[in-house]
């Protein structure tokens, strides 16, 4: 009962704070990024060590400016989400701009559904609540439920504030039946990592061999549904732009796995550019092949 209580009044907190305009909210960001940096050393063992594995090639200089502007992001990454729980559907669309959009409704004019790979880069929250107020189709959107109830909640009806369905990972085939007679777009977190007893296959990704999640090539090559990567490009602070790319439109002709290893490469090709805005403190590597 009072783990609960504590929930519910956190969540109020967050939704007070949330009522703050965002550029207040960034110099609060600066102040968490030296709390959690200098003061707290957040994750910096995870986030030291996969920056140094992933990137062999750099020195250590070079490794502790990538950390250092990650925890800046991370820092700005957190004020972001919890603006979401208030933002207006203008500013939601003023700060998120999408390219390549056509793409997708023409598959929907046909009334065929779509399948969308992203990963854990740039603000993903932002850009998928403001992806529901720029396509005719349901999104729906594959998702880890979080451990805490009050929180889940909470976050639940943030994330759907602009008519995004989220559904439950465990529950993917369930959610593709119930809206199967119209056009969908389905949204998966590509990089998420499976629980070791779950694992199958690992790829070659940031030169490390990496647990893979199959879902997205199991449903795309059963369904024969194309899919499309969504490319985020951090424009500035608290900006950002979405570009639309085809990955793979003939799913049914891919070899075993290929598009597991496409959407990997995909998105270590994006990390590779600015690595700042991936998601480092993941424990991303927990486990490796026996």
Not at 69 to 92: Q, Y
Not at 104 to 124: D, I, P, Q, R
Not at 148 to 162: A, C, P, Q, S, V
Not at 261 to 273: D, G, R, S, T, W
């Amino acid at each position: 009962m009072i783990k609960r209580g504590f929930a519910h009044l956190g969540v109020f907190f967050l939704f007070t704070l949330s009522l703050l305009p965002l550029p207040m909210l960034f110099f609060f960001a600066r102040l968490l990024y030296y709390l959690l940096y200098y003061i707290i050393g957040y994750r910096k063992k995870v986030v030291r060590e996969n920056l140094t594995n992933s990137f062999p090639e750099k020195s250590s200089n070079e490794i502790i400016v990538i950390e250092k502007e990650f925890f800046r992001f991370l820092a700005d990454l957190i004020f972001e989400i919890i603006k979401m729980s208030t933002i207006s559907e203008k500013e939601t669309l003023k700060r998120v701009k999408f390219t390549g959009l056509e793409l997708l409704e023409a598959h929907f004019k046909a009334g065929k559904s779509v399948l969308a790979c992203t990963g854990h880069y740039g603000n993903w929250e932002l850009g998928t609540l403001a992806l529901g107020l720029n396509i005719s189709a349901k999104t729906l959107v594959i998702y880890k439920p979080l451990s805490n109830e009050i929180f889940g909640l909470w976050f639940d009806k943030m994330r759907t504030r602009y008519g995004n369905i989220f559904i439950a990972m465990r529950q993917t085939l369930r959610g593709m039946a119930t809206y199967k007679n119209e056009p969908t777009l389905l949204c998966f977190a590509s990089d998420q990592a499976p629980v070791k007893h779950e694992t199958k296959y690992f790829v070659d990704f940031l030169h490390q061999p990496t647990a893979a999640l199959l879902g997205v090539e199991k449903i795309a090559k059963s369904t024969g549904r194309p899919i499309y990567y969504f490319k985020v490009t951090v424009v500035k602070r608290g900006y950002y732009h979405v570009e639309v790319l085809p990955m793979c439109l003939n799913p049914m002709e891919m070899d075993e796995y290929e598009i597991t290893h496409l959407h990997f490469k995909f998105l270590e090709n994006i990390i590779n550019e600015h690595p700042q805005y991936w998601l480092w403190s993941h424990k991303r590597w927990k486990f490796k092949p026996e």
